[in-house]
C-alpha cells in the first residue's frame, strides 16, 4: 500500500527539521560556557531539507512508496488543515523572502553534533514506535 504526505507546501519548499534532544545538546553546551554565548543566537536544525527531500527519506526507512499531496484550504477540508495550510504558507513565504532561512555558523561552532531525520527514524523504527504508520503518514 502506498503512503500519502499531505502538506501545504510545495515538494521544493525547505524544512529546517530538528530533534527536540539536539535542542537540548546545544542548550546544555551553551549554558556550560555563559560567557561565550550570552546574548547570542544560535539557529538549531541539522540541515534544511525539502518535502521531497523528507519523503524519500520517509520511503527508505519505511519501504514503502508515500506520494506527496496537497491539502489545500477548499470548502472540504477540515478546521484544523486550513489553519495549518495557512501558518504553511506563510513560512514557505518567509523562507522565500530569505527570513527563514537558518544560520548555522553558531550551531557548528557549538560543536554539537546534530541527529538527521533518516537517524532519528531508524531509531525510532529499531524501538519499535514508528511500526507500520511510517508509511501512513
Given at each position: 500500500a502506498q503512503g500519502i504526505f499531505k502538506s501545504a507546501y510545495g515538494s521544493q519548499t525547505?524544512?529546517?527539521?530538528?530533534?527536540?534532544?539536539?535542542?537540548?545538546?546545544v542548550a546544555a553546551k551553551v549554558f556550560e560556557e555563559p560567557g561565550k554565548w550570552n546574548?547570542?543566537?544560535v539557529d538549531v536544525?541539522?540541515?534544511?531539507?525539502?518535502?521531497?527531500?523528507t519523503v524519500a527519506v520517509l520511503e527508505l526507512v519505511s519501504g514503502?512508496?508515500?506520494k506527496i499531496e496537497d491539502?489545500?484550504?477548499g470548502e472540504?477540508?477540515?478546521d484544523f488543515r486550513k489553519r495549518i495550510a495557512e501558518s504553511q504558507r506563510w513560512s514557505k513565504a518567509l523562507d522565500?523572502?530569505?527570513m527563514g532561512t537558518p544560520d548555522l555558523t553558531?550551531?557548528?561552532?557549538?560543536?554539537?553534533?546534530?541527529?538527521?531525520?533518516?537517524?532519528?527514524?531508524?531509531?525510532?523504527?529499531k524501538e519499535g514506535v514508528l511500526g507500520e504508520s511510517i508509511g501512513a503518514i
Open positions: 525547505k524544512l529546517a527539521l530538528v530533534d527536540l534532544w539536539d535542542i537540548g545538546k546574548g547570542q543566537e536544525a541539522q540541515k534544511e531539507v525539502s518535502v521531497q527531500e514503502r512508496a508515500i491539502f489545500g484550504t472540504g477540508a477540515p522565500e523572502a530569505g553558531s550551531l557548528r561552532e557549538t560543536g554539537v553534533k546534530m541527529r538527521g531525520l533518516r537517524d532519528f527514524l531508524e531509531e525510532k523504527k
